[in-house]
């Protein structure tokens, strides 16, 4: 397998191209690889199981919209230590000519060790030229330089007279939709909340309103969570970031992610089209000491493509 994987990378990445038809159909070879290279069912998750046939109707002119981006998970077993790796994946039309989206996470992994080994392979990832294809190679990667993560945690934390504090980006984001009323849809942000161990809250309603603090990983991947695959009519109007060198804690404004019930604004009796009473809504950003400017006023710099 490992032979495989550095032969496919080679190959691919040798490979180069200009328009936004030839970055898909590379992409389509890089993933003909990968499924020919992990063939067993599971080991490969589309996000959309018809985004690769999406793409062939959209080559051979038989579409005319722009498919949707590629996004997958790659589950990967490490020898040694016997763990496994999700590596989630986001393909962009334009890639491999701009930057491609990973994130590795494992379960054995506290959040300090994953998002070291994150670091560690986005900077090897860096290292690539634009029009180079790098998922195999980060794949090799992550079996060839994974274990140390997961084997040596204790010494990460062991303080050292020479070693230099690690900055980490706190990032707090202010996120709209146009309303937020599905009980399927609440659950999955709440457990994306509490899985990544985020702290915020989530208004719902007419207008739904979330915000969402902690380290920027955790974070985009909650965004990235909550988005995918077919919440169209939601952005990102504000994003704060604040370099630190602890561990984030004096830096939030709440405690937990919880979801914030707030009363209908007038009476629309059972149509389930309501505004929620913004002057509660005001009072709540009043008590955790927040300004409404960021989300009435932010023009956005996340906005959904979908």
Not at 135 to 141: D, L, T, Y
Not at 187 to 205: E, N, Q, S, Y
Not at 223 to 232: C, E, G, Q, S
Request: net charge neutral; charged share 25%; aromatic share 10%.
């Amino acid at each position: 397998m490992t032979r495989k994987v550095f032969l496919a990378g080679w190959f691919l990445g040798n490979m180069s191209s200009a328009s936004v038809k030839e970055c898909l159909q590379l992409q389509l070879l890089e993933m003909e690889m990968l499924l020919s290279m992990f063939p067993n069912q599971g080991e490969v998750k589309l996000e959309d199981v018809n985004a690769l046939t999406t793409i062939k109707r959209y080559l051979e002119g038989t579409r005319e919209a722009l498919p949707p981006k590629i996004e997958f998970v790659i589950t990967l077993q490490i020898e040694e230590p016997k763990v496994k790796i999700d590596l989630q994946v986001t393909m962009p039309h334009s890639y491999p000519y701009v930057a491609l989206q990973l994130f590795g996470r494992s379960s054995e992994l506290d959040r300090q060790q994953q998002l070291l080994l994150n670091r560690g392979l986005t900077s090897y990832i860096g290292t690539f030229d634009p029009g180079e294809l790098c998922v195999c190679a980060a794949i090799q990667w992550l079996q060839d330089n994974s274990a140390p993560y997961f084997l040596n945690r204790k010494l990460v934390y062991e303080p050292s007279t020479q070693a230099k504090p690690v900055k980490n980006v706190f990032l707090r984001m202010w996120i709209y939709s146009h309303h937020i009323y599905q009980q399927d849809l609440r659950k999955k942000i709440l457990d994306a909340g509490k899985r990544l161990d985020v702290t915020g809250f989530c208004m719902t309603g007419k207008p739904g309103i979330i915000c969402v603090e902690g380290f920027k990983e955790p974070c985009e991947e909650f965004w990235h969570t909550i988005r995918y695959p077919n919440w169209k009519h939601i952005s990102c109007k504000h994003a704060e970031s604040i370099e630190t060198e602890g561990n984030g804690e004096d830096l939030r404004l709440f405690h937990s992610f919880e979801e914030l019930l707030l009363e209908a604004h007038g009476d629309y009796g059972l149509r389930n089209d309501y505004h929620m009473n913004l002057g509660q809504f005001l009072e709540f950003l009043k008590k955790h000491k927040i300004k409404l400017k960021p989300i009435c006023n932010g023009r956005g710099n996340q906005k959904s493509q979908e």
